[in-house]
Nanobody
Framework: QVELVESGGGSVETGGSLRLSCAVS????????MSWYRQSPGKEREFVSR???????TIADSVQGRFFISQEKAGDMGYLQMNSLKPEDTAMYYC???????????????????????WGQGTQVTVSS
């Protein structure tokens, strides 16, 4: 059973930094792509950043140059380093894993569940002005 647990959220002042962590467990056969999303009250969940199973990263324009995604595959950990935080970065941040296109041949039989999308419970980030 795949499980994602985020941590590292908190309250900081404008300009501060936080590092979010996502602990992943339950992947036995194949790898995955990992993404971070965020959602503010009254708004839709929005994409923040993604790291593919081959290490390729994608970042939203709104956080380009301030947020950095990384992954420690050996320990099944994902990270989102957030610098120069702004009040508009205040949101619940979610970690997500999904099947990797590069590993699609792996997702068969007992490994098929690892092709699905999985979400963590979220960690709150609050940036005060």
């Amino acid at each position: 059973q795949v499980e994602l647990v985020e941590s590292g959220g908190g309250s900081v002042e404008t300009g501060g930094s936080l590092r979010l962590s996502c602990a992943v467990s339950g992947y036995t056969f194949c790898g995955y792509d990992m993404s971070w999303y965020r959602q503010s009250p009254g708004k839709e969940r929005e994409f923040v950043s993604r790291i593919d199973s081959d290490g390729k990263t994608t970042i939203a324009d709104s956080v380009q140059g301030r947020f950095f995604i990384s992954q420690e595959k050996a320990g099944d950990m994902g990270y989102l380093q957030m610098n120069s935080l702004k009040p508009e970065d205040t949101a619940m941040y979610y970690c997500k894993t999904e099947g990797s296109a590069a590993l699609r041949d792996c997702y068969s039989g007992r490994a098929s569940l690892e092709a699905l999308d999985y979400w963590g419970q979220g960690t709150q980030v609050t940036v005060s002005s």
